[in-house]
């Protein structure tokens, strides 16, 4: 197949890149292009992928920039629109993936694709009553086909046709499992975002006097006036923050780490950064939002705490709720002994073995393309 890929254009698509919707885009070419298919990637300037073509459109940081209240992302993203529609046009296609995360700017353009379109849904814009309502005045077309991360976020999808879910994945031999027993810190990695949870992270960890390292990377000034206010006073010499600093320390982090904080504060779709730590037999602790209780076996490859009293998704190990919950969880994992803690982590690698390989991935993707395409 010849299959187009539309990537970000706010950072590089690279192996081992930080960001989750990069690192995905990168496994997905590499997948396909492994198996003998022809991959069109347009991204970001300096992207270094296995793809045979490259389209660049501009500088990530161009593109992560703002002036006069515009965030550049956008009109950047209809010039990559553009790009492909105008490549469409000569024939160059059999499929077009959308993956960047502004998806409903293709929408607008749907109606002049020749083409099957298919998108992954990386955020939870269908699942948002107003947002939806801008999708339904734009029209859906017949040749587009929608695809979302996890179940959870495709039951929360208020569009209901086209809809099926494949789980993210990863190169599970580039996270080996860590043999040490012997963990104290706890670990919180992600950008920093009031929706990532690093607030709930420092406090739960603050209460239950244990370490923690942050690590995350601050791209815009909102989110640095949220680190100053609702981060930066928790810090202290047990509980501290580093920049994110690349792959290598990434996977130092996640194999040294007791257990890895992900206290979502949205409807996370599926959330990447759990199955690089369960990869590294590192158990999880999360508030059970969006596909957390579809990631993560609760009292087998960590805890799924309920975020609060008034919004329960189960009946979980840990009762307590909130910030409360987070801290019992991290009690209850320290109290476990060292066997049924190196049982913990064993089974952590072995469910992210069996059910987020890559290639479980490519193999979802290459079936709905053929499912698209009719090819038998």
């Given at each position: ?10 950072k590089?698509?690279?192996e081992d890149?930080?960001g989750?919707?990069?690192?995905f885009?990168?496994?997905l ?12 990637l347009?991204?970001a300037t300096?992207?270094?992928?296995p793809?045979q ?21 956008y009109?950047y993203t209809?010039?990559e ?27 607008y ?13 990386h ?31 495709q ?13 993210n994945g990863i190169?599970?031999?580039k996270?080996p499992?860590s043999?040490?027993?012997?963990q ?13 949870g690093c607030?709930e ?11 923690l ?7 815009r ?32 982090l ?10 979502i504060?949205?409807e ?30 609760d009292?087998?490859?960590g ?9 329960k ?11 409360e ?8 994992l320290?109290?476990l ?7 913990m982590?064993?089974?952590?690698r ?10 479980k ?10 499912e698209?395409l009719?090819?038998?």
């Amino acid at each position: 197949m010849r299959i187009a890929i539309a990537g970000v254009v706010t950072k590089k698509i690279e192996e081992d890149a930080l960001g989750g919707t990069e690192a995905f885009t990168y496994l997905l070419v590499k997948g396909l292009v492994q198996r003998g298919h022809e991959v069109t990637l347009y991204c970001a300037t300096g992207s270094k992928t296995p793809a045979q073509h490259h389209i660049e459109i501009c500088n990530g940081e161009d593109a992560l920039g703002e002036e006069s209240n515009l965030h550049f992302v956008y009109p950047y993203t209809l010039l990559e629109v553009r790009a492909i529609i105008e490549d469409i046009r000569e024939k160059k296609f059999d499929i077009l993936h959308i993956n960047f995360l502004k998806t409903f700017i293709m929408s607008y353009f749907a109606s002049q694709v020749n083409i099957p379109i298919l998108y992954t849904m990386h955020r939870d814009f269908m699942s948002r009553p107003k947002i939806y309502e801008v999708y339904e005045r734009i029209g859906f077309s017949p040749n587009e086909n929608f695809v979302y991360v996890s179940k959870k976020a495709q039951e929360l999808s208020l569009f209901k046709n086209n809809a099926g879910f494949i789980y993210n994945g990863i190169d599970v031999f580039k996270f080996p499992i860590s043999q040490n027993s012997n963990q104290e810190k706890f670990l919180w990695l992600s950008r920093v975002d009031e929706l990532k949870g690093c607030s709930e992270a420092v406090k739960a960890c603050s209460m239950a006097k244990v370490p923690l390292i942050l690590s995350g990377i601050i791209d815009r000034a909102k989110y640095q006036s949220f680190f100053d206010k609702e981060v930066k006073p928790y810090l202290t010499s047990e509980i501290v923050f580093e920049e994110h600093a690349g792959f290598e320390r990434k996977l130092e982090l996640y194999q040294d780490a007791k257990a890895f904080l992900f206290p979502i504060q949205w409807e996370e779709p599926f959330g990447l950064v759990l199955i690089e730590a369960m990869a590294c037999g590192t158990p999880v602790i999360a508030f059970a939002r969006g596909a957390i209780p579809e990631v993560v076996v609760d009292g087998v490859t960590g805890f799924v705490v309920n975020s609060s009293e008034e919004d329960k998704r189960g009946d979980f190990i840990i009762k307590k709720t909130g910030i409360e919950g987070l801290v019992e969880a991290i009690q209850r994992l320290n109290s476990l002994s060292e066997e049924e803690y190196v049982r913990m982590r064993q089974a952590c690698r072995k469910h992210v073995e069996d059910n987020f390989s890559v290639e479980k991935m490519v193999d979802g993707y290459e079936r709905v393309y053929r499912e698209i395409l009719n090819i038998v």
